[in-house]
């Protein structure tokens, strides 16, 4: 079981920068690839980032690639999303979520998942 807890959203203009951070329970969080996922309002969730278990491969959805970076600190059982560059279409909740398919775009590869945290990004 992995628990995840995400942290860091708020309110942003356009163009600034926020960084979300997701801590994880368990000991086995380093056995896990984790990406993070969005939804807006009436919309599908979807796929934003993600990183492979050693942090070594990381893979971006096209409207955030440039922008966005992901991150993770095994030791503090962490993953991060650095999002700079704030567009108002980057408003959504962001959830993160762990994997043990390796790095994947497809939520139902996801077996855990935290409960979002709110991005606004006002223009």
């Known amino acids: 079981q992995v628990q995840l807890v995400e942290s860091g959203g708020g309110l942003v203009q356009s163009g600034g920068s926020l960084r979300l951070s997701c801590a994880a329970s368990?000991?086995?969080?380093?056995?896990?690839?984790m990406g993070w996922f969005r939804q807006a309002p009436g919309k599908e969730r979807e796929f934003v980032a993600a990183?492979?278990?050693?942090?070594?491969?990381?893979y971006f959805a096209d409207s955030v690639k440039g922008r966005f970076t992901i991150s993770r600190d095994n030791a503090k059982n962490t993953v991060y999303l650095q999002m700079n560059s704030l567009k108002p279409e980057d408003t959504a909740v962001y959830y993160c979520?762990?994997?043990?398919?390796?790095?994947?775009?497809?939520?139902?590869?996801?077996?855990?998942w935290g409960q979002g945290t709110q991005v606004t990004v006002s223009s």
């Open positions: 979520a762990a994997t043990t398919q390796g790095l994947s775009d497809y939520d139902y590869e996801y077996n855990y």
């Open positions: 368990g000991r086995t969080f380093s056995s896990y690839a």
């Open positions: 990183i492979s278990w050693s942090g070594g491969k990381t």
